[in-house]
Structures are given as C-alpha cells and as structure tokens.
C-alpha cells in the first residue's frame, strides 16, 4: 500500500507560509466548545521560516499553528510579533517556536495553557483556559503586541539572549 492511502492530511508552507523546518513532534489535545469535543495539534512554525521559496515569510516571526487533527485544517496562527527585526544578535535572523508543552494546572482534563520557547530566548504563555480556538492569545501583552513570559539570557553576559530549541517542561 502507498503512504497516501494512511496519511490523513498533510500541512505545507503553501498552507501558511510561517512554516519552517519543524523538528518536533506536535502537542496534540482535545479542546471543548459547548458540547463538542474536537482535537487539535499544536506546532511550534519551526526554523528558518523565512527561507526563499514559493511562499516566502518576510518576517520572519515565531508562532504557533493550530491545525485541527481530523481534517487538518489550519484552525489559528499565534504569532509573537518577534521576527527579523527583533533578532537580540543584531543579525537579521528569523525566529521560530519550539514543540509546545500543554498545561492543565486544574487537573479537570482539559488544557489550561500552552508553554513553547524560541530562538531568541522567549518563552511564551498561551491562556486557552475555556476558550475556543479562534480566541487563544499570548498571556502577556495583547494579540497586537504579545510580550513573552520570561526571556533566558546569560549569566555572563545578561544582554546576550539564549535560544531555547526543545520543549519547556511544565511541574
């Protein structure tokens, strides 16, 4: 049998062009409106999201996708407004989120929230608590300018930014 006849659908940079390379494995989680239950999985855009192609990203931003897992749909794109232009090294370099860990700090089920890092050292909160998917936004700041939650940087040198590329761990 061929590999089309298994897989169920499959995300592209022509279905948005803030895709890069994605290394890691999506958070996948069920995410309730009213009485439905849908499931989703969550993406960090990955690397080099800006590399010149047919769908080309100016920016250069971090961002998470959502996709629905049935169909594949691109449901919401989360991005953090920190591209190129806010490359912490001066150079230009696009930025890309990490797999996102899922956080259900009431133990009810059901996701509360969504932590993933970057390249330029943020790590970034998203509130899903009780929301629909269209309306999950970044914890600090707005959905015009999020802010991150916390920025590694370095002990010598506390202006120089430290790239987080796995998973955050939630406890």
């Known amino acids: 049998s061929s590999a089309a006849e298994h897989i169920m659908w499959e995300l592209t940079d022509s279905d948005s062009s803030m895709i890069g390379y994605m290394m890691n494995a999506p958070a996948i989680i069920p995410v309730t409106s009213g009485d439905d239950t849908s499931w989703v999985a969550i993406f960090g855009n990955g690397y080099n999201n800006s590399e010149v192609d047919a769908h080309t990203d100016a920016t250069g931003e971090g961002g998470l996708l959502v996709v629905d897992l049935l169909t594949g749909q691109l449901k919401n794109t989360l991005l953090t407004k920190k591209g190129k232009t806010s490359d912490p090294t001066g150079s230009s370099r696009p930025n890309g989120l990490t797999e996102p860990v899922a956080a259900d700090s009431d133990l009810d089920g059901q996701a509360d929230a969504l932590y993933s890092g970057d390249l330029f ?46 998973r955050p761990s939630v406890a």
Do not use: H, L, Y
Not at 137 to 147: I, K, L, R, V, Y
């Open 121 to 166: 050292g943020n790590v970034w909160k998203v509130d899903i608590a009780g929301k629909s998917v269209a309306d999950w936004a970044f914890e600090t700041g707005s959905n015009s300018q999020p802010q991150p939650m916390f920025t590694a940087t370095s002990r010598d040198t506390p202006a120089a930014s430290q790239p987080i590329t796995i």
